[in-house]
């Protein structure tokens, strides 16, 4: 299931691109070249800024859909050569001992399985991809500092974490690199959804460089992940959020 040397430009997959980190990921690798095809469950914000993307609708929790999209986009653009994996449920803030089993998977089939699912419909074009596959994990932080009212968002991205590596040691033969992006609380419409100004200025007060995090300077680490500069980083989990857990 090898695509052609000669087949165009690199191919990346976006999840979760129809706003916030997702679509500004998907402009940035626009930017530096690649056909972006962007995933959400969502309709697109707007996706006229990503020059030559297109996007799909796919529920990421759904094997036959990702079969189903990743199919789609091959046939299209005749392989991948990026999977971003970034689509994800973001969480308010619940007791742990009220949280019930079923908070639990619901987060975990969409930042766990989501991502796992992803891989295995792509893993065949990544291996056979000219440029050496990549993969890009969208964590969280909050794994680290373990966020008190979190425990099912902590926990799938700690799982996603934990799979990251995983994947960097099954897929590293194939000459795949696989790694994880934590972010800092970055102002988009879902963490605003959750978090008012007093929870991002505290944040940011925590941090070493006293300046909110924008969605383009997380994206700038991405493009680095999926450059030819980071051919063999893998097996990581790189944090973007101004040396905040240096505290």
């Not at 759904?62 to 653009?77: G, H, K, L, N």
């Not at 970034?86 to 987060?107: I, Q, W």
Request: net charge neutral; hydrophobic share 45%; glycine share 12%.
């Amino acid at each position: 299931m090898t695509g052609p040397a000669n087949r165009g430009p690199r191919v990346a997959v976006v999840t979760g691109a129809a706003g916030g980190l997702g679509l500004a990921i998907a402009r940035r690798l626009a930017g530096d070249g690649f056909t972006v095809a962007a995933l959400d469950v969502d309709e697109p914000d707007d996706t006229s800024s990503i020059p030559g993307g297109r996007a799909w609708r796919c529920d990421v929790g759904d094997p036959a859909a990702t079969r189903q999209a990743v199919s789609e986009i091959v046939e299209a653009y005749g392989g991948v050569d990026v999977l971003v994996n970034n689509a994800g449920l973001l969480s308010g803030r619940a007791p742990l001992l009220e949280t019930p089993p079923e908070e639990m998977h619901r987060f975990f089939a969409v930042n766990a399985v989501g991502p796992l699912l992803m891989v295995q419909a792509c893993a065949p074009w990544l291996r056979g991809s000219p440029h050496r596959g990549r993969v890009v994990n969208v964590a969280s932080r909050t794994f680290f500092t373990g966020s008190p009212g979190q425990i099912a968002y902590v926990a799938s991205k700690g799982a996603l974490i934990g799979m990251t590596r995983v994947m960097a040691r099954e897929l590293g033969e194939h000459r795949i690199t696989v790694n994880a992006v934590a972010p800092a609380q970055v102002a988009t419409p879902g963490t605003r959804a959750h978090s008012g100004d007093e929870v991002f200025a505290a944040t940011m007060g925590r941090q070493a460089i006293k300046e909110f995090i924008t969605p383009e300077q997380f994206a700038g680490l991405v493009s680095y992940l999926a450059s030819p500069d980071a051919v063999m980083v893998t097996g990581q989990t790189l944090v973007c959020d101004g040396g905040g857990l240096m505290h």
